[in-house]
């Protein structure tokens, strides 16, 4: 394999994409930050192929236009391990998605290897390679990137076509190549981490705590939140707490002084955004005749919670039958919405349904 090339320019990029537009395949990976900020901050692209390796430095390039091409291209292989937090660190600077996604973990839980397994372990299965783990807390934002830095970066997309060729004869050998290029697809067409601010109030955690005639004032106030928090690029907790939104919701405080006597209303956080949260509780006073907008549910029966027992033990069989990853099939939470009567999970679906979703629903009948 070639030198690595560290990227750090739109001429030097454009080589890479002209190189790459060659290629069938590329392994591909990023580094990001995103503990003080809202969006993650892309700092790195790391890009094997078997023409070359490289890492394009997204701190110092502007424009990343050309690269666009290289990800919105259907021809060419994209092969991420777990793939979600890089769609989402790409999406900031690419207005084109991603297409043709190969996700080794998904595909690694379709053909037996493990649950969410991590892709030092499949590196070591396939290849018996142990990672080095010395850069697991470097700050990728940081300018100039040492050469240890770079050789660490380069490791998470060196062996990613490796374990794509050893993971895919296991699929093909199971029949389940269809499954897996359905389930990538699935991800790119389910991109729920954008998150509109207008629906922030369906995540608010613990709003069926509050009230009833005081929610429609904690819904406005999720939802200021996240436009400020997206304007500012800051996380929304540094802009209000999630507990000090439910508290605030519920004993209504009427001035500064009373504001800053809920737990995690930091002087800071009451000084810059005192005023507009007694806004917007005068602009939502308590309405009782409302409806719920989050509503508490109702703790399971005793039957219930068996039934619950009987199928997660049925799922977890069949998972170990078929050799498959339960994660793929269904979770705690989609068997749980069954038994309180919601079909809208996706164990009722496609080939989940065919190969566990009948099975389960036999159970809870």
């Given at each position: 394999?070639?030198?690595?090339?560290?990227?750090?320019?739109?001429?030097?990029?454009?080589?890479?994409?002209?190189?790459?537009?060659?290629?069938?395949?590329?392994?591909?990976?990023?580094?990001?930050?995103?503990?003080?900020?809202?969006?993650?901050?892309?700092?790195?692209?790391?890009?094997?192929?078997?023409?070359?390796?490289?890492?394009?430095?997204?701190?110092?390039?502007?424009?990343?236009?050309?690269?666009?091409?290289?990800?919105?291209?259907?021809?060419?292989?994209?092969?991420?391990?777990?793939?979600?937090?890089?769609?989402?660190?790409?999406?900031?600077?690419?207005?084109?998605?991603?297409?043709n996604l190969y996700d080794t973990?998904?595909?690694?839980?379709?053909?037996?290897?493990?649950?969410?397994?991590?892709?030092?372990?499949?590196?070591?299965?396939?290849?018996?390679?142990?990672?080095?783990?010395?850069?697991?807390?470097?700050?990728?934002?940081?300018?100039?990137?040492?050469?240890?830095?770079?050789?660490?970066?380069?490791?998470?997309?060196?062996?990613?076509?490796?374990?794509?060729?050893?993971?895919?004869?296991?699929?093909?050998?199971?029949?389940?190549?269809?499954?897996?290029?359905?389930?990538?697809?699935?991800?790119?067409?389910?991109?729920?981490?954008?998150?509109?601010?207008?629906?922030?109030?369906?995540?608010?955690?613990?709003?069926?705590?509050?009230?009833?005639?005081?929610?429609?004032?904690?819904?406005?106030?999720?939802?200021?939140?996240?436009?400020?928090?997206?304007?500012?690029?800051?996380?929304?907790?540094?802009?209000?707490?999630?507990?000090?939104?439910?508290?605030?919701?519920?004993?209504?405080?009427?001035?500064?002084?009373?504001?800053?006597?809920?737990?995690?209303?930091?002087?800071?956080?009451?000084?810059?955004?005192?005023?507009?949260?007694?806004?917007?509780?005068?602009?939502?006073?308590?309405?009782?005749?409302?409806?719920?907008?989050?509503?508490?549910?109702?703790?399971?029966?005793?039957?219930?919670?068996?039934?619950?027992?009987?199928?997660?033990?049925?799922?977890?069989?069949?998972a170990e039958r078929e050799n498959?990853?339960?994660?793929?099939?269904?979770?705690?939470?989609?068997?749980?919405?069954?038994?309180?009567?919601?079909?809208?999970?996706?164990?009722?679906?496609?080939?989940?349904?065919?190969?566990a979703g009948k099975a389960i629903?036999?159970?809870?009948?």
């Amino acid at each position: 394999m070639s030198k690595i090339k560290l990227v750090e320019n739109s001429f030097e990029l454009e080589g890479v994409v002209d190189a790459l537009s060659k290629s069938d395949w590329i392994g591909i990976d990023t580094e990001f930050l995103r503990e003080k900020t809202y969006y993650p901050l892309l700092c790195l692209i790391q890009v094997h192929s078997d023409l070359g390796e490289w890492c394009v430095d997204t701190v110092k390039i502007d424009d990343l236009s050309s690269f666009e091409e290289v990800l919105s291209n259907s021809a060419l292989c994209k092969i991420f391990h777990s793939c979600r937090q890089d769609l989402e660190a790409l999406e900031r600077r690419f207005s084109k998605p991603v297409q043709n996604l190969y996700d080794t973990q998904i595909a690694a839980g379709f053909s037996g290897l493990g649950d969410q397994v991590s892709y030092a372990a499949l590196v070591k299965e396939v290849s018996g390679i142990e990672l080095a783990k010395t850069q697991t807390r470097t700050d990728w934002s940081a300018r100039p990137l040492s050469s240890l830095q770079i050789d660490y970066a380069i490791d998470d997309v060196r062996y990613l076509d490796d374990i794509r060729q050893h993971v895919n004869s296991r699929l093909d050998e199971l029949g389940r190549i269809e499954w897996h290029r359905a389930e990538c697809q699935r991800i790119l067409d389910n991109v729920d981490y954008i998150v509109d601010a207008k629906e922030a109030w369906s995540r608010l955690k613990g709003a069926a705590k509050i009230p009833r005639q005081n929610q429609q004032a904690a819904k406005a106030l999720a939802i200021w939140r996240e436009f400020r928090a997206q304007k500012r690029d800051r996380p929304r907790e540094w802009i209000v707490p999630t507990r000090a939104i439910i508290e605030i919701s519920t004993k209504r405080p009427r001035d500064m002084r009373a504001l800053s006597s809920i737990e995690g209303m930091s002087p800071g956080i009451v000084r810059n955004a005192g005023n507009d949260i007694l806004e917007i509780l005068d602009d939502h006073p308590p309405d009782f005749d409302a409806d719920a907008i989050w509503s508490r549910h109702e703790p399971m029966d005793n039957a219930q919670k068996a039934k619950l027992k009987q199928a997660m033990k049925q799922l977890r069989a069949i998972a170990e039958r078929e050799n498959i990853s339960q994660s793929l099939l269904a979770n705690r939470s989609d068997v749980q919405a069954m038994i309180l009567q919601s079909r809208d999970v996706d164990l009722m679906r496609g080939w989940r349904y065919e190969l566990a979703g009948k099975a389960i629903m036999e159970v809870l009948n």
